[in-house]
Each structure stands twice: as C-alpha cells, then as structure tokens.
C-alpha cells in the first residue's frame, strides 16, 4: 500500500533547553568584528580592515595567546597525519589513484601505498602498473588512513593495513567534517548487529559485520553475496539515526549512535526521518548522554 | 540530471534491497518520501507553490497576464511552461548545462497538460478572438536530489490551486469598441479547478521490481524509467519513458498499475494539505526560505 504524508513546513527552533557548556562560545558570521584591539595577530579565517579585525567565514573564534582564529562550522575536511578516511576512486592515473575525501584537493592513493593482493612484499612492476584498474576502479570506495600532506594541502593515503582496503556492501552517508568527533578508534562494530566506520572526513560507511576475519585476502576481495533482511534493517536504522544525529548538529561517535538508535527502536525505520519523531529520539538521547557525562 | 558515481558493490546492495521491499531509508517500494508544501510563497505571483522532498527543492510561479487566443482556440486561454535549472542545484547544471534539462521537463510538462480537460481553460477567456488570460508558469529548480519531475508537478498543481486571477468586465460602447475594466476589490478574482490536474508520478526500474520516489542513488541503479500523469480519479493522462535501458510490456503494465495507485494516494494527500493550509487562514505562519 502506497504511503505519501506531506505536512505544511515549520520553523525550526533549537531543541529543548540546550545544556550549559563551560564558557559561552563566541560566534561569528562573515563581516562580523571581532576585536578592535590591534594587538592580535590574524589567523584562518580572519581579515583586517580599517584598524579592525573582521570575520570571514561562519564560525567560532578561536584565542590563543595573540592568536585569533575563526573555526569554520561547515569546511571542507583538513587532513592531518594520522586520520581514517572514507574515499571514493575518481580517477586512476599512471601510478596512483584519485580519491575523493571531500577536501578541497583530491586526496592521492599511490600504487606503493596499498597491500598487494595475497599480501607479497615486492617492488612495484610495470604489471602492477597496467593491472591498477583490477585492484581499483572509479567509483570504488576505499577506507584508508592518510601517511603524509604534501605542500599544496593535498592528502597521500595508504591502506597497508589488513583493516583497511576496498568496501564491499553497504551504506555510505556523507555528513559535515566536523560534526565527526577523533577517537582512538574509528572502527566499530556496534552490539546491534552491524558495523560503522566513522571516517574524518565526514564519510560515514555503515556495513553488515562481517562472520568471519579473512587473513588472506587483504582487502580486495568483495563479498558480493546478498545481505539477510535482519541486517539490513539495522543498516537502514542506523543510516536514518545518523541523519537524525546530522540534523540536530550533534557529534557522531559511537556511544551517541547507538543511544539514538536504542531511542529509536520503538519507531518504524521509515518514521525515523519525521520531524516530530526525529525530535522525541534525539531528546532521548541527548539525555542519555548528559547523563553519562555527569 | 545531477547523478552521483556508486561502487558496484553498493549497487547490488540496492538493488537486493529492493527486490525485499526494503530501500536504504526504510521505505518501501511504494512510499514517497516526507513532502513539505507551502503555496503563496512569492508575493508578485498571482500563485506560488514550494515543494520540498527531503533534498529536491522546487519552486513554481505563475503569472497571468492578457494575451490574444491561439487562433486554433479562440475561446479559450492557455498555458505556458518555463523551466530554469538553477546551477545551485548541482554543479552539472552551471552555465547553459541547465538548459538541456530545462527544455525537457517544460515539454513534458506541455504534454501531461495537453490533456483537454485537466484545466477549464474555457474560463481564462474573457473575449473570444480578442482576449484571454495566458497563464505562464515558471519553474525553478533549486535543489535536486532526485524525483524531480515528480515534486514540479506537484509544486504546479499547489500553485494553481493557490492562483487568484483578477475578475474583469467587458464594456460596450454604441460604437462597439470593447472597453476592459478590472475590478475595484482586490479580493475579488477567480480560482481555478485543479479536480483534473495531473501528477507525475516516477516510476523507476530497479532490478526485477519498480520503485516510487527514487533518490539519486537509487537513479544511478535504474536504467529504465516510465513517468506516467494521473488524475485524482487515477485516470492516466500522459505516459513517457526515460533511461537507456528496456521494458518489458508486462513490467509497463504492471508499472502503469503501480502508478495510478500511487497517484491516487498523492493526490488526496496534496488536496488534504492544499485545503488544511487554506483553512489556516491569514493565521497560517510564513515559512518561506528563512525557516
């Protein structure tokens, strides 16, 4: 039977009485002063005009010392050394890839940065060379994490890990860059039944765990069997709670997906996205978190 | 049309969903996505309508103004259709790439509009031979996240019903020269009917099975489309097919079902809305694009 539900639009106010946070945050829109002290010295996102130090960007400031800086709340991803990333293949070129990680520069994967299949260790051939589009062609996610930031800004990847390599089914949501908060790990695998990997570049890939670890493989082999119909709704649960998180502007990590989707379970999938719904789930676990802080 | 590249992998994994009815936001094969829908949104419209599917943004105007009938119809008034991609739609549209698109959803439109009774075009004249209301709809798209044909009917068929056109007399002299005077009340114009309006329901192949409201993704998965125009009764207007793949005859058939249901269903929905934001009044709070 056919569902079609449309509502007449709504303003949307902040939710509930947000929590009170140590110090209040200095916002800024573009153009806004911030200071007309000349004493600071000019960071990211800042510019000086008549003797005063104007925003450029919509942010929070940001004081150390003498310095002062706008953080960007909606920027593209900055890579730094260290960071898990989610990417798609965009290009394959003489001896590396093109990957897409939502940063202002296509990120560079090269051929000597990712495991051979049947993990050899050997230097690099011409075969290797002609055989790239085997391994990765365009469109093809990869997980990785970034080895180096060359000059321009630009992010080298490497997948020389078992844990990382070519995705197989599954759900990608690409959400804002800061909305995903560092931890140790960016791997999880969730007690509801599926498994997430929180990218830093604000590529969120949700997928069926696993059975199975496969040791040989090293990651580029696709289990293109289909996935069971338990599995797949706790993936299209989970998407929906992560959208919910994103609309709401709350951080994603793995405590607060799996409290929103716990609120969520009461609901049906499709409701899930329901402004009314959404609201009553992300209540719930906005409480739930404040509670597990203090 | 904007499209988005998907891994093979993710494709299956779509396409698997569907064959179980069960898409990657939790619908079903048969469900469209939550709509927002607000008329009177431009204020030097004689009737706007803005439709919001989740991610495709649509925005319809229409204006009516006096032209001269068609020579093939000379008691009647007419439509016209304008559409313009906006390029904050998605990159793909920047520049004259809009254009291409544009012009095909406005002779879509001209063709589920073809239809002789979907709008009493008889009371846009107002002297038959010399005068009539030309409607000229344009249509701005400004988000695109799939489905678009399907929310700029619906945007149309909101700011139709939402269209006000001042009434006007027509004075004789002895001489027979025919004056036009417009009406004093500001409040008092004609609506029109849109009971035989149609709406474009989509309907996008997806493996052995047929999905409504498909999102980008799932676009990217389909290779045939069919965009049929209903009526509220379910009575089929127009019917088009899209994509570069085939159909079957018996998956059109069973598709053309789909798609009268579906628009059945659309329909009361849209009019529910349509009626309950008219009942609201002056009191109604304005969202427009600032909520």
């Known amino acids: 039977m056919a569902a079609v539900t449309m509502r007449l639009p709504q303003v949307r106010g902040p939710l509930g009485a947000s929590a009170s946070r140590g110090a209040e945050k200095h916002l800024v829109a573009p153009g806004d002063t911030i200071t007309t002290d000349t004493g600071y010295m000019r960071g990211h996102g800042t510019y000086v005009e008549d003797d005063k130090l104007i925003a450029s960007v919509a942010g929070v400031v940001e004081r150390v010392n003498k310095l002062v800086c706008v953080r960007a709340l909606k920027a593209r991803y900055n890579g730094e050394v260290g960071d898990i990333v989610v990417g798609r293949i965009t290009e394959v070129q003489q001896k590396r890839w093109k990957v897409e990680t939502n940063s202002r520069l296509d990120s560079v994967l090269l051929l000597s940065s990712i495991n051979l299949p049947g993990g050899e260790l050997r230097r690099r051939s011409a075969e290797d060379e002609l055989a790239m589009r085997d391994y990765l062609q365009e469109g093809d996610l990869i997980s990785a994490e970034v080895q180096s930031i060359f000059s321009d800004g630009a992010v080298s990847l490497h997948t020389r890990s078992l844990k990382y390599g070519k995705l197989a089914q599954g759900v990608l949501v690409q959400v804002s860059p800061s909305l995903v908060k560092r931890q140790k790990t960016h791997f999880h695998d969730l007690p509801c039944g599926a498994s997430v990997i929180l990218g830093n570049n604000g590529f969120i890939w949700i997928y069926p765990t696993p059975e199975q670890k496969e040791e040989e493989a090293g990651g580029f082999t696709t289990n293109l069997e289909p996935v069971p119909l338990s599995d797949r709704e706790v993936i299209s649960r989970l998407r929906n709670c992560i959208m919910a998180l994103v609309t709401h502007k709350m951080m994603l990590f793995d405590t607060s997906i799996l409290y929103c989707y716990e609120a969520s379970l009461p609901h049906q999938i499709k409701d899930i996205l329901k402004p009314e719904v959404m609201e009553e789930i992300i209540l719930e676990a906005r409480q739930r978190l404040l509670d597990l802080e203090g | ?291």
Request: hydrophobic residues 35%.
């Open chain 2, 1 to 291: 049309m904007a499209s988005v590249v998907l891994s093979e992998a993710e494709k299956l994994y779509i396409v698997h969903g569907v064959q179980e009815d069960l898409r990657v936001d939790g619908r079903g094969c048969e469900d469209y996505r939550c709509a927002e829908v607000e008329t009177d949104v431009v204020s030097n419209t004689s009737g706007s309508a803005r439709v919001k599917l989740v991610d495709t943004d649509v925005l319809v105007g229409i204006k009516a103004e006096m032209g001269t009938p068609k020579l093939e119809k000379p008691d009647e008034g007419y439509l016209e259709f304008f559409v313009d991609c906006s390029s904050n739609a998605t990159p793909e549209l920047e520049g004259r790439g809009g254009e291409e698109l544009g012009t095909d959803i406005a002779n879509t439109l001209y063709r589920v509009f073809s239809c002789e009774n979907s709008v009493d075009l008889k009371s846009l004249c107002i002297n038959p031979r010399e005068h009539c209301w030309v409607l000229y709809v344009d249509v701005l798209l400004l988000e695109c996240g799939g489905n678009i044909f399907d929310a700029i009917s619906i945007a149309v068929k909101a700011a139709l019903f939402n269209t006000r056109i001042p009434k006007v007399h027509v004075l004789e002299d002895e001489e027979g020269t025919k004056e036009i005077e417009l009406s004093d009340d500001p409040y008092d114009c004609i609506r029109l009917n849109v009971e035989e309006v149609p709406c474009i329901v989509t309907l996008s192949k997806i493996g052995y099975r047929h999905v409504v409201d498909a999102t980008l993704q799932e676009e990217a998965c389909s290779l045939a489309s069919l965009l049929i125009s209903v009526t509220s009764k379910g009575a089929l207007t127009s019917m088009k097919k899209v994509g570069k793949g085939s159909l079957d005859p018996e998956s059109i058939f069973e598709m053309m079902e789909t798609g009268q249901r579906v628009g059945k269903s659309l329909h009361t929905a849209l009019q529910k809305i349509l009626d309950e934001e008219e009942s609201l009044g002056t009191s109604r709070p304005k969202v427009g694009f600032l909520g």
